[in-house]
T-cell receptor, first 111, second 110 residues
Framework: RKEVEQDPGPFNVPEGATVAFNCTYS??????FFWYRQDCRKEPKLLMS???SGNEDGRFTAQLNRASQYISLLIRDSKLSDSATYLC????????????FGSGTKLNVKP | DAGVTQSPTHLIKTRGQQVTLRCSPK?????VSWYQQALGQGPQFIFQ???????QRGNFPDRFSGHQFPNYSSELNVNALLLGDSALYLC?????????FGPGTRLTVL
């Protein structure tokens, strides 16, 4: 079983829509969780951390569900510029700086 | 404040050759991690350097080696290149848990 799994998509949504992605992780002892955004042929850019209490940054909301071992990312009022691949990252319990990444979920926001 | 920098941006090598990739971390960051990202996949952890020592290693063969210098910059060396080593190689620097990636080196092995 992979350490981190994501639905590859693509998610095709119209501008203004609300879209949500989930990411499941296998090790219940993981402590740090992040969402990254990656544009085509570019490096991943840190989007937001995921805290136990949830985290909101403008149109973006990240949540952690420890019982079911998944994290989620909600994007409200989608913009064309939100089109990208969204990667989740989960740390290894034996090294808080070692991360496992999912393969990413591709989002296409259409006019 | 410069972010993470990597060089070169692109590299073409042939099978069996050796390659060295370089990374300078973000100012104030002391930990450097290297990842390999194949097309359509997420980054895969290669290893991590802290205080000039390899602190953690992923499932990569010994052909992959690295080094960290006193100024925290780092090198990734790959020997006996295989076609399957073609990928985007990413360096990430950190001080705590948040990792910031450099632009990557795109390696093509022919």
């Amino acid at each position: 079983r992979k350490e981190v799994e994501q639905d590859p998509g693509p998610f095709n949504v119209p501008e203004g829509a609300t879209v949500a992605f989930n990411c499941t992780y296998s090790n219940s002892a993981s402590q740090s969780f992040f969402w990254y955004r990656q544009d085509c042929r570019k490096e991943p850019k840190l989007l937001m951390s995921v805290y136990s209490s949830g985290n909101e940054d403008g149109r973006f909301t990240a949540q952690l569900n420890r019982a079911s071992q998944y994290i989620s990312l909600l994007i409200r009022d989608s913009k064309l510029s939100d089109s990208a691949t969204y990667l989740c990252a989960v740390n290894s319990p034996d090294n808080f700086n070692k991360f496992y990444f999912g393969s990413g979920t591709k989002l296409n926001v259409k006019p | 404040d410069a972010g993470v920098t990597q060089s070169p941006t692109h590299l073409i090598k042939t099978r069996g050759q050796q390659v060295t990739l370089r990374c300078s971390p973000k100012s104030g960051h002391d930990t450097v991690s290297w990842y390999q990202q194949a097309l359509g996949q997420g980054p895969q952890f290669i290893f991590q350097y802290y205080e000039e020592e390899e602190r953690q290693r992923g499932n990569f063969p010994d052909r992959f080696s690295g080094h960290q210098f006193p100024n925290y910059s780092s090198e990734l060396n790959v020997n006996a290149l295989l076609l399957g080593d073609s990928a985007l190689y990413l360096c990430a620097s950190s001080f705590s848990t948040e990792q910031f990636f450099g632009p990557g080196t795109r390696l093509t092995v022919l």
